[in-house]
């Protein structure tokens, strides 16, 4: 089936507007983290759920990011009031089953975010 | 925290060279470790996936080896071609976590 992907592929902002990352998972797999990705350095952690639970959102970098999984798929990461150093590619993951590295985790193409 | 390191950062060879991608991690309590590549603009594409009982793994021309005591892995891309030119990511996945760690990448140019 379809790999995990990501919408929109490219997005810039006017600094202080909000914007809305979406990703959608494979069909089926549990596990969803998003990471973002500064230029030229490997992505960082942001959050993980397992279904619709977030369980961790130890790496959002402020109160302004959000992430939400409603009904266990689909998944949106928001970024209010954006900041030049959101600037970044975020990345969205996925793996078939819950809660550990030893599952596979497979990436989208991301979203370029360019705050001006 | 899991503190990943890649070297070279950069690397420009000429077309039919080998390749070597070197990256070390400082705990080595893993369940596996992922090689990614990833072109500019672009998200990351699995290319190895070996897990921490195996010491290595082929896919074509590709070979990655796992020494999990020392905390290291190598890529290796045997007879480079122009289409190699990417960046190349390691990411050891921890086995009391879930998120991976990630290095900052190696960036490779092969030269027709």
């Known amino acids: 089936g379809a790999g995990v992907s990501q919408s929109p592929r490219y997005k810039v902002a006017k600094r202080g507007q909000d914007v809305a990352l979406r990703c959608d998972p494979i069909s089926g797999h549990v596990s969803l983290f998003w990471y973002q990705q500064a230029l030229g350095q490997g992505p960082e952690f942001l959050t993980y759920?397992?279904?619709?639970?977030?369980?961790?959102k130890s790496g959002l970098p402020s109160d302004r990011f959000f992430a939400e999984r409603p009904e266990g798929s689909v998944s949106t990461l928001k970024i209010q009031r954006t900041q030049q150093e959101d600037s970044a590619v975020y990345l969205c993951a996925s793996s078939l089953e819950a809660g550990s590295s030893y599952n596979e985790q497979f990436f989208g193409p991301g979203t370029r975010l360019t705050v001006l | 925290k899991q503190e990943v390191t890649q070297i070279p950062a950069a690397l420009s060879v000429p077309e039919g060279e080998n390749l070597v991608l070197n990256c070390s991690f400082t705990?080595?309590?893993?369940?596996?470790l992922q090689w990614f590549r990833q072109d500019p603009g672009k998200g990351l594409t699995s290319l190895l996936l070996?897990?921490?009982?195996?010491r290595e793994q082929t896919s074509g021309r590709l070979n990655a080896s796992l020494d999990k005591s020392s905390g290291r892995s190598t890529l290796y891309i045997a007879a480079s071609q122009p289409g190699d030119s990417a960046t190349y990511l390691c990411?050891?996945?921890?086995?009391?976590?879930?998120?991976?760690?990630f290095g900052a990448g190696t960036t490779v140019t092969v030269r027709a």
């Open positions: 990411a050891p996945g921890a086995s009391d976590d879930y998120k991976l760690s």
């Open positions: 759920f397992q279904n619709e639970a977030q369980l961790d």
């Open positions: 705990d080595s309590a893993i369940y596996n």
């Open positions: 070996i897990q921490s009982s195996q």
